[in-house]
């Protein structure tokens, strides 16, 4: 099963270490559905995504499913495309 976990719901302004890691920790809890084997993540509407908030949030997603079972969409904004590419994530 795929789950989609769209990033607005916790603010379009995703900016610091704690709040990235509380993020992760809700998601595992509501956001993660028992029979879960991939995910997308929709960026939309994120106006700011700091590379502390994603590796708080996308490197234990994606140890947790594989990198092959995480995609990531709506990721045209230059923030977060700036922030993938310093974690080496997406191609970017």
């Known amino acids: 099963m795929t ?3 769209f990033l607005k719901k916790f603010g379009t ?14 998601a595992q809890a509501y ?11 929709d960026f939309a509407e994120v106006v700011v995504l700091s590379p502390s908030w ?13 990198e092959e079972n995480v995609k ?6 230059l923030s977060v495309q700036a922030t993938l ?4 994530i997406g191609g970017f």
Do not use: H, K
């Open 31 to 41: 956001s993660l559905p028992e029979g879960t084997d991939s995910v997308v993540v």
């Open 3 to 5: 789950t989609t976990i």
């Open 54 to 66: 994603a590796d708080e949030f996308l490197t234990p997603l994606r140890e947790r499913f594989g």
């Open 85 to 88: 590419r310093s974690l080496g």
């Open 13 to 26: 302004m995703l900016i610091s270490r704690p709040a990235g890691r509380e993020v992760w920790l809700a």
């Open 72 to 77: 990531l969409q709506n990721t045209e904004n």
